[in-house]
């Protein structure tokens, strides 16, 4: 029998992810389409759709103009990703600041687990834009702290610790490409970890890392473009987003220590177990929500809610406080 892969579509060969234990390396039908519904497949029949698994009310017929594969009625349908710029580990990110107390990474494994995450997110459609290594700055691969892309502009951050406070200078380029930019000045300092933007919601967690004044700096930037924003205390953690992350418009995934913030009370709440606070850095990427490996609460939770979920291995990248959210920059 050929494979599904084989019958359900025609043009160049991508990485077909489904949803939840059914992963399956298929050829040219892509997954693009986020949250809760009934997908569209193109080129997919019920016989095809049954040899490969998938059941009747998580599909839908084909679509006459051949649209790729979409949910129907999702919260998050003008929120697709085109592209994520990353940058290489370099071998000296073994060097890089930490608070955790997990032993020393293997930069080899690091690098793989980098690799395996640009290369999933490339499998969900994102255009990949990789930076070289930066040997002098350990965690500038962690390319999430040096800015903030909205749809309309991308914020230049002013990272808090002294070691990366030049990173900024070796992406403005990059960005300048796709976006407007902004700076954050002295002496106002941001991590873009800090930053969690909802819609035209944008919060912001005060930190060691990220100050009030620039903190009002951003607040006033976006404030342009017409967002609402929030300033929160961080209560246990390097960054807001290391305890709060959304899956859609209106559901966040949140450690149970952020679970009563005022900031948040407008939007539906999963708590993640106790003893698994780390796996709330997750990242939505069209349709599917990454998360860390070795958190089966987590991802049960998620499963119970609907929400399809891609385990990530991040073993390393967390002995360097890392998480999945730092890895990329991710734009509309």
Not at 13 to 39: D, I, M, T
Request: glycine share 10%; net charge neutral; charged share 25%.
């Amino acid at each position: 029998m050929a494979s599904p892969g084989a019958q359900c579509g025609k043009g160049k060969a991508e990485v077909l992810l489904f949803v939840e234990h059914r992963l399956l390396a298929e050829r040219s039908c892509k997954v693009v389409g986020p949250g809760l519904g009934r997908y569209n497949v193109p080129g997919l029949s019920s016989d095809i759709a049954k040899r490969i698994g998938l059941k009747e009310t998580e599909y839908a017929p084909d679509r006459p103009d051949g649209a790729h594969l979409r949910k129907v009625g999702s919260k998050m349908d003008k929120t697709m990703y085109a592209r994520a710029i990353a940058r290489k580990p370099s071998p000296s990110c073994i060097h890089g600041l930490t608070t955790a107390k997990l032993g020393k990474p293997d930069s080899a494994i690091l690098s793989g687990q980098y690799r395996h995450y640009v290369d999933t997110l490339a499998g969900l459609g994102l255009e990949i834009v990789e930076l070289d290594a930066l040997a002098g700055f350990p965690d500038s691969y962690f390319v999430e702290d040096v800015a903030v892309v909205t749809p309309e502009i991308a914020v230049i951050m002013r990272p808090g610790a002294a070691s990366r406070r030049d990173e900024p200078n070796h992406i403005i380029g990059v960005l300048e490409r796709f976006r407007t930019t902004a700076w954050i000045e002295s002496p106002g300092t941001v991590d873009g970890g800090d930053v969690l933007v909802v819609g035209k919601h944008c919060m912001v967690g005060l930190s060691e890392r990220t100050n009030p004044q620039g903190a009002e700096q951003l607040h006033g930037i976006l404030a342009r473009f017409d967002y609402r924003s929030d300033t929160v205390h961080v209560p246990e953690a390097l960054h807001f987003k290391s305890s709060v992350n959304f899956l859609d418009t209106e559901t966040l995934l949140v450690t149970r220590s952020c679970s009563t913030l005022d900031c948040l009370s407008g939007y539906r709440k999963l708590v993640v177990p106790q003893g698994e606070e780390y796996a709330a850095n997750v990242v939505w990427v069209n349709g599917q929500i990454l998360v860390p490996e070795g958190f089966p609460g987590t991802r049960r939770l998620l499963d119970h809610h609907g929400f399809p979920t891609i385990a990530m291995p991040v073993s390393e990248i967390a002995k360097m406080d890392g998480g999945l959210t730092c890895l990329s920059l991710r734009l509309t």
